[in-house]
Structure formats: C-alpha cells, structure tokens
C-alpha cells in the first residue's frame, strides 16, 4: 500500500512551530483524550500499549534507503497495530543520517521508532510541528471508517545533528480505548 501526498485532503492544519502560545491555544480547543494522543511528547506506541493493554506489533509497507553524498536517507512507511489486528496509527517517516558509525545504525527496523531508541540508549528530543484534521480515501478504506483523521507532524533530532521527520496519522478507533479507559 502506498500513500500519495495528494491523497491527503486537509480540513485544518495548525502550525506549532516554537509557539507555546498557539499550543496552549489549542490545547483548549480539544478534549482531554485527543490531547493526550496527539500533543504528547512521549512514547506513542507505549501510550497504545496502556490504552488497548495488548501489545503493539508494527507492520512496515515500505522502506527505503538511499546514500546522497555523506547523508544517509531512510525512508519508512507502517502501520502500529495491536495484537488483535486493529489498526491504530499510520506513520511516515524520513530519516537524515549524517554520520555513518552513529549507533542508529543499531536500531531494528521491525520496530516502532521511540522503542528503537529507547532500547539502544539514544538520547532524543521530540518537537512537535503540525497537526492535521484530515479525510484521506486511502486511509479510510483500510481503517473502515468514513470519520476524519487527526494526525501530527513531528521532528526527532538525535545525536551529530540527525533527525527524523514523523508524520503519524490516528485512527478513529484511538478515541474509543481512551474513553473506555476514562470511564473504567
């Protein structure tokens, strides 16, 4: 499965680009859960683990890799599902490598991202950029929902001035364990 940049059809994008004051604007505009799932700066594949209490297996429908000059690109495309097969979360990501013998090279592939770090001792700072409300065809026929999509775009810089840019996009099914979760 591949997804095309135009498949993406925006309803609204909020830059949070180093402004505190837009992030706490928006974080009153949104009820608690979605909060939660989408303005969190910690491990999103831990915080589906505490939501589903399931294990979380990662899919991955593409990845590349390709050497320009001395930076190495990585480029991954997956799908975070819990053990029972529910899709929860799609994420893109890019990754710019500039030195060749960083402990990145490390990292396993078939996992998620934060538990590749996490389990490789890399230190790692998340900054939040964008958030999306969205509808997406693609995105709709495999989560079987007609609901619009939220999602979020942000970047990971780790050691020698590496980073990874991560889109993850949330499905419907997300709001369903946090209020479960919220009203047990």
């Not at 925006?10 to 989408?38: G, W």
């Given at each position: 499965?591949?997804?095309?940049?135009?498949?993406?059809?925006?309803?609204?994008?909020?830059?949070?680009?180093?402004?505190?004051?837009?992030?706490?604007?928006?974080?009153?505009?949104?009820?608690?859960?979605?909060?939660?799932?989408?303005?969190?700066?910690?491990?999103?594949?831990?915080?589906?683990?505490?939501?589903?209490?399931?294990?979380?297996?990662?899919?991955?429908?593409?990845?590349?890799?390709?050497?320009?000059?001395?930076?190495?690109?990585?480029?991954?495309?997956?799908?975070?599902e819990t053990s029972i097969y529910?899709?929860?979360?799609?994420?893109?990501?890019?990754?710019?490598?500039?030195?060749?013998?960083?402990?990145?090279?490390?990292?396993?592939?078939?996992?998620?991202?934060?538990?590749?770090?996490?389990?490789?001792?890399?230190?790692?700072?998340?900054?939040?950029?964008?958030?999306?409300?969205?509808?997406?065809?693609?995105?709709?026929?495999?989560?079987?929902?007609?609901?619009?999509?939220?999602?979020?775009?942000?970047?990971?810089?780790?050691?020698?001035?590496?980073?990874?840019?991560?889109?993850?996009?949330?499905?419907?099914?997300?709001?369903?364990?946090?209020?479960?979760?919220?009203?047990?």
């Amino acid at each position: 499965m591949r997804f095309d940049v135009n498949s993406f059809h925006p309803i609204c994008i909020l830059s949070l680009k180093e402004n505190n004051f837009i992030k706490n604007k928006i974080s009153h505009l949104i009820k608690a859960p979605l909060k939660i799932a989408v303005i969190n700066e910690g491990s999103h594949t831990r915080l589906i683990q505490y939501l589903t209490s399931q294990n979380i297996k990662i899919t991955v429908l593409q990845q590349n890799e390709k050497k320009v000059h001395k930076i190495q690109r990585r480029i991954r495309y997956v799908w975070l599902e819990t053990s029972i097969y529910t899709k929860m979360t799609f994420a893109r990501s890019l990754w710019t490598i500039k030195e060749q013998e960083l402990q990145i090279n490390n990292i396993k592939r078939n996992l998620p991202i934060g538990q590749s770090f996490i389990k490789t001792k890399i230190d790692t700072n998340k900054y939040i950029n964008e958030l999306y409300y969205f509808y997406c065809k693609d995105l709709e026929k495999e989560l079987r929902s007609k609901k619009a999509i939220w999602g979020r775009k942000y970047k990971l810089n780790y050691e020698y001035n590496s980073f990874i840019l991560i889109q993850e996009f949330f499905s419907p099914e997300i709001m369903l364990f946090f209020n479960n979760k919220l009203n047990t």
